[in-house]
């Protein structure tokens, strides 16, 4: 059964600095998907990494794709308050349908 | 171009009531699916439907039914709601058979008493 994993569970940071959120996945995926949602919101689309050594970029987030070591990460650099918010990495179960299933999530809160 | 909607937004039920949750696809897209997103995690898959057929199902009960009409628009129906049944239900569609990036609607708050 396939298993996302997401770290870490909660992160706390200043204005102007940078991390990573890690999304571990168990088995063999097509794709991954990264959503923002903002509390009491729907999820908002930001990537979708479809091979391995994928990257994608938009403003101040990274995402990355890793399907040998089954690790994606995004990367926030220089982080600003706008972008509090919980992050999901999902993945795709592969066969016919794209059933997705989410990691447990990261909720994000930067600090002024 | 409208997105994804679903109606209604707020429902508050008591135990063992019916529900019928709505849900219209994004213009072009055919294919949707129905998540349940208890708080504090992340959603979890109910099922999907493509051409008017249940496609794949999650680890949901029997209690958790669904429909979709020749116009791609969907519905989710749970009977004998329970306590646990209390999420936000989010809809999401996607084109040409569900293999592409799946957009969410604003999903529903169901509230069982």
């Known amino acids: 059964e396939l298993k996302v994993e997401q770290n870490p569970l909660f992160l706390s940071m200043q204005e102007g600095k940078n991390y990573t959120i890690y999304c571990n996945y168990s088995?063999?995926?097509?794709?991954l998907y990264w959503y923002r949602q903002d509390p009491g919101k729907s999820l908002e689309s930001l990537f979708v990494?479809?091979?391995?050594?994928a990257v994608k970029q938009e403003g101040r987030l990274m995402a990355s794709l890793d399907t040998k070591a089954r690790l994606s990460t995004l990367h926030i650099t220089a982080a600003v308050h706008d972008l509090s918010a919980t992050y999901f990495c999902?993945?795709?179960?592969?066969?016919?349908?794209?059933?997705?299933?989410f990691g447990t999530g990261t909720l994000l809160a930067v600090q002024p | 171009d409208a997105g994804v909607t679903q109606s209604p937004t707020h429902l508050i039920k008591t135990r063992g009531q019916q529900v019928t949750l709505r849900c219209s696809p994004k213009?072009?897209?055919?294919?949707v699916s129905w998540y349940q997103q208890a708080l504090g995690q992340g959603p979890q898959f109910i099922f999907q439907?493509?051409?008017?057929?249940?496609?794949q199902r999650g680890n949901f009960p029997d209690r958790f039914s669904g429909h979709q009409f020749p116009n791609y628009s969907s519905e989710l129906n749970v009977n004998a709601l329970l306590l646990g049944d209390s999420a936000l239900y989010l809809c999401?569609?996607?084109?040409?058979?569900?293999?592409?990036?799946?957009?969410f609607g604003p999903g529903t708050r169901l509230t069982v008493l």
């Open positions: 999401a569609s996607s084109p040409s058979g569900g293999r592409y990036t799946q957009y």
């Open positions: 439907y493509y051409e008017e057929e249940e496609r």
């Open positions: 999902a993945v795709d179960s592969r066969g016919a349908t794209n059933k997705l299933i």
């Open positions: 088995t063999t995926s097509d794709r």
């Open positions: 990494l479809l091979s391995n050594g």
């Open positions: 213009s072009g897209h055919d294919t």
